[in-house]
């Protein structure tokens, strides 16, 4: 079985991390698509688009949201904790 993808998809540049108390948070990657829209090291990732993100939210129901072709945009809403 083969799974072929036609044309150029991406993300916005993060890594993820989950806190003890299961919050999702995230680490932008260079100068990537987040960094370059001001994300910083450690904000809690809230929402994307329409999804809420959760504890129970499965990370890849998450990494889905944010992937889609090249120049495409995702809202994100994020908390800050550590200003």
Do not use: C, W
């Amino acid at each position: 079985e083969s799974n072929s993808q036609h044309g150029s998809f991406g993300g916005i540049g993060v890594e993820y991390s989950y806190t003890q108390e299961r919050e999702l948070i995230i680490f932008p990657i260079g100068n990537g698509p987040a960094a370059r829209a001001g994300v910083q090291n450690g904000d809690q990732l809230l929402q994307i688009d329409d999804l809420m993100v959760s504890a129970d939210t499965h990370l890849d129901e998450v990494k889905a949201a944010v992937r889609g072709p090249v120049g495409n945009h995702v809202k994100l809403k994020l908390s800050r904790t550590n200003v």
